[in-house]
């Protein structure tokens, strides 16, 4: 066997190499002992997957960065990635067992060492993908992670999954199937010059004498996105007892959504409904195509100290913050799309259009208009953090044209309060303090939803 049948500085068969393998590298193993640890390759830590909808993320943590090749092949519809620096060991093969049967897009995914140090992941598809492959830098209590964002080739459309869970005779459906025929950027972002005038700008002024039919007709009912924080690679902060904050606040966010759901004139849509990571930016894009009328980003982070206690509702600042904490605050959510993982090379235009600071100060009167209602509701089931909406510069409230506010609906990092959010009761106590509040900020500006 030629002294290249490993290339130079790589690292002893791990185990799990095969006997044929080992023999065939023959006597070039006692060389390549002899080099230095730092030239060896990686070793897979973890492999995950994250099915959803949207996209099937799969993501393989590893000990350093590593490079990766794809192609796609076509009856069937395959994919096919190439991960070079490792070989074949327990962790990458337990990618085959995290196949969920509910999936979308994989049916099955098959490993295999392709050549030395390169192994194949060949991903049998149930629909043909766009795959977007990147890798992250360690970051959190996460190593190198190579991600695999699995794409439909049609992109999912946010007013499809709305419609799809409609019954016929819903109201909503009608009004969304006829927004899904217009074009999509019917509603146009607002640029910072003011060219173009942002929807709640256009509400503040007096009404005109003839007022126009509000967008899809007088029926239309009142659509409120809820947005449930982290999900999927970002669990968001985590209680003493293990409870991760994207969880109990998904459950939140279903609590609420079937009591939205039950009001005669009301709506929810979910900019999450699974546990899979969505961006910040993604998020507020998807309140805006659906056109909601107020947006309600629900999270239960942690604090310093685990004293900390209480529910506090948070509102858009385009300068500064109101508190050293609520900017504490801010840049922790912020960074959400680091641990979540987004693919930066690809996204950055689009995160540049959105995350411009284009809102406007009547987004922000509203947004602590009904945040100020939603404190007042909650304070009767559970003690206020603050009594006052706090303001920073959170990047998930920066749709200029919808009120929106982040809700921390208890600290995760309080033991009571742990407690409190693991409780289905207790849960739906703050969900349903967050409808009150949200009907209460209807009741009082019911011309403002109405000329959406
Ligand atoms: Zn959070």
Same mark, same amino acid.
Do not use: C
């Given at each position: 066997?030629?002294?290249?049948?490993?290339?130079?500085?790589?690292?002893?068969?791990?185990?799990?190499?095969?006997?044929?393998?080992?023999?065939?590298?023959?006597?070039?193993?006692?060389?390549?002992?002899?080099?230095?640890?730092?030239? %060896?390759?990686?070793?897979?830590?973890?492999?995950?997957?994250?099915?959803?909808?949207?996209?099937?993320?799969?993501?393989? %943590?590893?000990?350093? %960065?590593?490079?990766?090749?794809?192609?796609?092949?076509?009856?069937?519809?395959?994919?096919?990635?190439?991960?070079?620096?490792?070989?074949?060991?327990?962790?990458?093969?337990?990618?085959?067992?995290?196949?969920?049967?509910?999936?979308?897009?994989?049916?099955?995914?098959?490993?295999?060492?392709?050549?030395?140090?390169?192994?194949?992941?060949?991903?049998?598809?149930?629909?043909?993908?766009?795959?977007?492959?990147?890798?992250?830098?360690?970051?959190?209590?996460?190593?190198?992670?190579?991600?695999?964002?699995?794409?439909?080739?049609?992109?999912?459309?946010?007013?499809?999954?709305?419609?799809?869970?409609?019954?016929?005779?819903?109201?909503?459906?009608?009004?969304?199937?006829?927004?899904?025929?217009?074009?999509?950027?019917?509603?146009?972002?607002?640029?910072?010059?003011?060219?173009?005038?942002?929807?709640?700008?256009?509400?503040?002024?007096?009404?005109?004498?003839? %007022?126009?039919?509000?967008?899809?007709?007088?029926?239309?009912?009142?659509?409120?996105?809820?947005?449930?924080?982290?999900?999927?690679?970002?669990?968001?902060?985590?209680?003493?007892?293990?409870?991760?904050?994207?969880?109990?606040?998904?459950?939140?966010?279903?609590?609420?959504?079937?009591?939205?759901?039950?009001?005669?004139?009301?709506?929810?849509?979910?900019?999450?409904?699974?546990?899979?990571?969505?961006?910040?930016?993604?998020?507020?894009?998807?309140?805006?195509?659906?056109?909601?009328?107020?947006?309600?980003?629900?999270?239960?982070?942690?604090?310093?100290?685990?004293?900390?206690?209480?529910?506090?509702?948070?509102?858009?600042?385009?300068?500064?913050?109101?508190?050293?904490?609520?900017?504490?605050?801010?840049?922790?959510?912020?960074?959400?799309?680091?641990?979540?993982?987004?693919?930066?090379?690809?996204?950055?235009?689009?995160?540049?259009?959105?995350?411009?600071?284009?809102?406007?100060?009547?987004?922000?009167?509203?947004?602590?208009?009904?945040?100020?209602?939603?404190?007042?509701?909650?304070?009767?089931?559970?003690?206020?953090?603050?009594?006052?909406?706090?303001?920073?510069?959170?990047?998930?409230?920066?749709?200029?044209?919808?009120?929106?506010?982040?809700?921390?609906?208890?600290?995760?990092?309080?033991?009571?309060?742990?407690?409190?959010?693991?409780?289905?009761?207790?849960?739906?106590?703050?969900?349903?303090?967050?409808?009150?509040?949200?009907?209460?900020?209807?009741?009082?500006?019911?011309?403002?939803?109405?000329?959406?």
């Amino acid at each position: 066997m030629a002294e290249n049948a490993y290339p130079p500085g790589a690292e002893l068969p791990p185990k799990g190499f095969s006997r044929r393998q080992i023999l065939s590298a023959g006597s070039s193993l006692l060389i390549i002992s002899l080099l230095p640890r730092a030239a %060896e390759a990686a070793t897979i830590l973890a492999v995950r997957t994250w099915p959803a909808d949207e996209y099937t993320r799969v993501t393989l %943590e590893l000990d350093a %960065e590593l490079k990766a090749e794809n192609f796609t092949l076509e009856h069937p519809d395959r994919l096919v990635v190439d991960i070079q620096g490792v070989s074949m060991d327990s962790t990458i093969k337990q990618l085959v067992s995290e196949v969920k049967p509910n999936d979308p897009y994989i049916a099955s995914i098959r490993v295999a060492q392709n050549r030395p140090h390169v192994v194949r992941l060949v991903f049998d598809l149930k629909q043909p993908v766009a795959p977007q492959i990147f890798t992250l830098k360690p970051v959190g209590n996460y190593k190198y992670r190579l991600v695999l964002d699995l794409y439909p080739k049609v992109a999912h459309d946010p007013l499809m999954a709305l419609t799809k869970d409609n019954t016929d005779n819903d109201p909503l459906a009608a009004v969304l199937e006829q927004l899904a025929r217009n074009s999509p950027d019917q509603a146009p972002i607002p640029t910072v010059r003011g060219q173009e005038m942002p929807r709640t700008a256009r509400r503040r002024g007096p009404l005109p004498p003839m %007022e126009e039919p509000p967008d899809g007709g007088p029926n239309r009912p009142l659509l409120i996105a809820l947005d449930p924080g982290h999900g999927g690679e970002d669990p968001g902060a985590t209680g003493r007892r293990g409870t991760h904050e994207k969880n109990v606040v998904l459950l939140i966010g279903h609590h609420l959504k079937k009591l939205i759901d039950a009001q005669p004139n009301m709506r929810a849509y979910l900019t999450r409904d699974k546990d899979y990571f969505v961006p910040l930016y993604v998020r507020v894009q998807k309140a805006r195509r659906v056109k909601a009328d107020l947006f309600v980003s629900i999270h239960a982070d942690a604090w310093i100290k685990p004293s900390a206690r209480g529910s506090s509702v948070f509102a858009l600042s385009q300068h500064g913050a109101t508190s050293s904490a609520a900017r504490w605050m801010a840049n922790r959510e912020n960074d959400a799309d680091l641990i979540g993982g987004v693919d930066l090379a690809n996204h950055n235009r689009q995160i540049a259009k959105v995350l411009l600071d284009l809102s406007t100060s009547a987004q922000i009167t509203d947004s602590i208009r009904v945040g100020t209602r939603i404190l007042d509701e909650i304070s009767k089931v559970n003690r206020l953090h603050s009594r006052q909406v706090n303001r920073a510069g959170f990047a998930v409230l920066k749709a200029p044209d919808i009120p929106s506010i982040l809700v921390e609906t208890a600290f995760i990092s309080n033991p009571q309060e742990e407690l409190l959010l693991l409780n289905p009761k207790r849960r739906a106590e703050i969900a349903a303090a967050m409808l009150d509040g949200i009907k209460d900020y209807f009741a009082s500006n019911p011309a403002l939803a109405r000329r959406a």
